[in-house]
Structure formats: structure tokens, C-alpha cells
């Protein structure tokens, strides 16, 4: 039997290595600055964020009532995050893929705050006719690809979306999100090898809002500066304040732009921060009452716009007049929801597969 042959010894006692040489330092992607938004765009970055808040409220407010079954988890808190980074991208060609805490990701998306709480409620109204709830969303005429209750699953998926918009050279870059409390999953990291190998068109976005489902990131994680989580793949990461809209906006345009460039993937940490538990049957005693209250009092997402907006010439009245109608939109949804009809139960085995193999 052959033995393996050990490596050469120099003069010097340290061994000799015939294997190639190491890859250059590779470039980076510059700090991203702080996106500069007319009064217009911000108003608009308000509604969105003021939809999601309100949804929210109400869908928790619809769980209470037992029109909502299952998981919920809300996005209360986070809500920059998700309109600062989808208001960059190309709707028609672009991706987006995320876990179980999706409402806001597809109100975001511009999708029918209708048929969002029609899903919630599992009627057959939903986006998903009623069969996916809150966790499983998915609109493939979005391009929008979940909402997954497995964490960090949908890592994978989306480096394979990915791998298709390289594949079929379309342009697109696919927007994959996952937690704080994902970032120490496998199958993350063979993700990042995967992408970075091919130089896939991905953003891997990490929502950290601090605690995954009840353990804060400090305790739970040996490296807690997460953006720094790609180096040994050689993927650039960027920690971002992803309590300010405009900063989020800013650095999905500079992601954007690496990942368009063909220079491979990207890893964005968004600092934030969530106000309700993990889900909603969690009563977040990990945390004190006056921590949250003191984000919300110093970050929270929707005040920041709102002063900027106030600076920016905007009376309270318009600002009111568009929280009274975030609010019509939400109660129509609700009603929407609570008076459309359940799915067929025929409606079960439909949907399976997506054709015959």
C-alpha cells in the first residue's frame, strides 16, 4: 500500500509546501452611506413601514381572537429593514426568499394586504389559498419564495436561486434573509462556499434582532460581530443600522452593485430589534420590560422617518391623514379575511408537485 508522502523540510525546520499559491486579498465593497431621499421617497418609505406596524398589530390582534391558528410571529420593530432593502430591487427579475417571520417581507413586495391576512386566517382567499399560513407564504408571481419554518433552510434555497439567475443569466440577484439565531447552521456556511465559489448573484442578509427565539446573540454566539461571519469564505460583510431606513436603502445599493458586478456574493448584518416575542406565544421574559422601551424611545424605525419627514417640511395633520388611512387599508383586510370563505377540503391535494416527473 502506497503511503502518503509527508511534505519536504527546509533548512530551516519548517516544511516545504508544493501546493498552489494562496488566493490575493480580495477587494472590497466601500462603506455604504446613508441614502439621500427627496420628501417623496421617504413618505413613501413611511406608509410602508406604517402598513407593516399596523398589519401587525391587528394580525396579533386576530390571533387573540382565535382567527389565527397556529405560529405568528411578528415583525413589530424590524420593519426598516425589510422596506429599505426591497425598495432597491428590480421586482422583475430579482428574488427574495426569508424564514417564518414574512408578513412584513411581502408587504414590502407591494403584495395585497388582502389576501396576506386572508393567508393568516387560512382562508382560501390567501395567497396560498388558505394552506400555508403565517410561516409559509410564497407568491411566484412575486418572485417571492417564502417564508420557511426551518431554520436557516432557506439559505440553501436561495444560494439556489441564485445559481439559477447565473444559470439562466437574467440579471437577477436573489435577497436571501435569515436571523441571528440562524448564523450557526450548517448549512449556512456550505451556502457561503457555494456562492462564493461560483460567484453567485446573492445578498445574504442577516436580521439580528438580538435574541433568535429567547437567547440573546452574546451568549449564544462565540463570534457575535455576525457581518464578519463570510470572512473565511472570502464574502465582505457590512453591519449596518437597520433601525434607519435611509442606512438600509443605502447599503442595498451598494450590495447591490457588488453583487451586479459579478464580483460574487455579499453579507449584510442589520442591527435591529423586535418588540414583541419570538412568536406569539412567547412572553419574552428573557428581557426586561424597560429594554424595549428604551428602543423603542431612542430607534425606533418609524419615529426616525417621521422626524425626518417633520424637517423635511410635513405637517402632523398629513402625517395623521396617512396613518388613518393605513388603517382603513388594514381594517379592509381584516374584514376581507374574517368573511371570505375556508379552502375545500378538496383543496388538500392540489398544489403538490408542480407537474408530473
Given at each position: ?99 417564518y417571520r414574512d408578513h412584513g417581507h411581502m408587504l414590502a413586495y407591494g403584495i395585497d394586504p388582502k389576501v396576506i391576512m386572508a393567508e393568516l386566517t387560512g382562508r382560501q382567499a390567501g395567497i396560498s389559498k388558505g394552506k400555508g399560513g403565517s410561516m409559509h407564504m410564497f407568491s411566484v408571481d412575486h418572485r417571492f419564495y417564502g417564508g420557511h419554518g426551518i431554520v436557516g433552510a432557506q439559505v440553501s434555497l436561495g444560494t439556489g436561486l441564485a445559481f439559477k439567475h447565473k444559470y439562466k443569466k437574467d440579471g437577477g440577484v436573489c435577497l436571501a434573509y435569515f436571523g441571528d439565531g440562524a448564523t450557526n447552521q450548517g448549512q449556512v456556511y456550505e451556502s457561503f462556499n457555494m456562492a462564493e465559489l461560483w460567484k ?158
Amino acid at each position: 500500500m502506497a503511503k502518503a508522502s509527508s511534505p519536504k523540510r527546509a533548512r530551516n525546520g519548517k516544511a516545504e509546501s508544493s501546493a498552489p499559491p494562496a488566493k490575493p486579498n480580495r477587494e472590497r465593497p466601500p462603506e455604504p452611506k446613508r441614502h439621500e431621499a427627496d420628501r417623496d421617497e421617504m413618505l413613501e418609505y413611511y406608509r410602508q413601514m406604517l402598513l407593516i406596524r399596523r398589519f401587525e398589530e391587528r394580525a396579533g390582534q386576530l390571533y387573540g381572537l382565535g382567527l389565527i391558528g397556529g405560529f405568528c410571529h411578528l415583525y413589530i420593530g424590524q420593519e426598516a429593514v425589510a422596506v429599505g432593502l426591497q425598495s432597491a430591487l428590480d421586482q422583475d427579475k430579482d428574488s427574495v426568499i426569508t424564514g417564518y417571520r414574512d408578513h412584513g417581507h411581502m408587504l414590502a413586495y407591494g403584495i395585497d394586504p388582502k389576501v396576506i391576512m386572508a393567508e393568516l386566517t387560512g382562508r382560501q382567499a390567501g395567497i396560498s389559498k388558505g394552506k400555508g399560513g403565517s410561516m409559509h407564504m410564497f407568491s411566484v408571481d412575486h418572485r417571492f419564495y417564502g417564508g420557511h419554518g426551518i431554520v436557516g433552510a432557506q439559505v440553501s434555497l436561495g444560494t439556489g436561486l441564485a445559481f439559477k439567475h447565473k444559470y439562466k443569466k437574467d440579471g437577477g440577484v436573489c435577497l436571501a434573509y435569515f436571523g441571528d439565531g440562524a448564523t450557526n447552521q450548517g448549512q449556512v456556511y456550505e451556502s457561503f462556499n457555494m456562492a462564493e465559489l461560483w460567484k453567485l448573484p446573492i445578498i445574504f442578509v442577516i436580521e439580528n434582532n438580538q435574541y433568535a427565539m429567547g437567547t440573546s446573540v452574546n451568549r449564544s454566539s462565540a463570534e457575535d460581530q455576525l457581518y464578519k461571519r463570510g470572512e473565511s469564505f472570502r464574502i465582505p460583510g457590512l453591519q449596518i443600522d437597520g433601525m434607519d431606513v435611509l442606512a438600509v436603502r443605502g447599503a442595498a445599493s451598494t450590495a447591490l452593485e457588488w453583487v451586479r458586478a459579478g464580483k460574487g456574493p455579499i453579507l449584510l448584518e442589520l442591527k435591529t430589534y423586535r418588540y414583541r416575542g419570538h412568536s406569539m406565544s412567547d412572553p419574552a421574559k428573557y428581557r426586561s420590560r424597560d429594554e424595549v422601551q428604551a428602543v423603542r424611545d431612542k430607534s425606533d424605525p418609524i419615529e426616525a422617518i417621521k422626524h425626518e419627514l417633520e424637517n423635511a417640511g410635513c405637517t402632523e395633520e398629513e402625517l395623521k391623514g396617512i396613518d388613518k388611512e393605513i388603517r382603513q387599508i388594514v381594517s379592509e383586510a381584516a374584514d376581507f379575511a374574517e368573511q371570505s370563505p375556508e379552502p375545500d377540503p378538496d383543496e388538500l391535494y392540489t398544489d403538490v408537485l408542480v407537474e408530473k416527473y
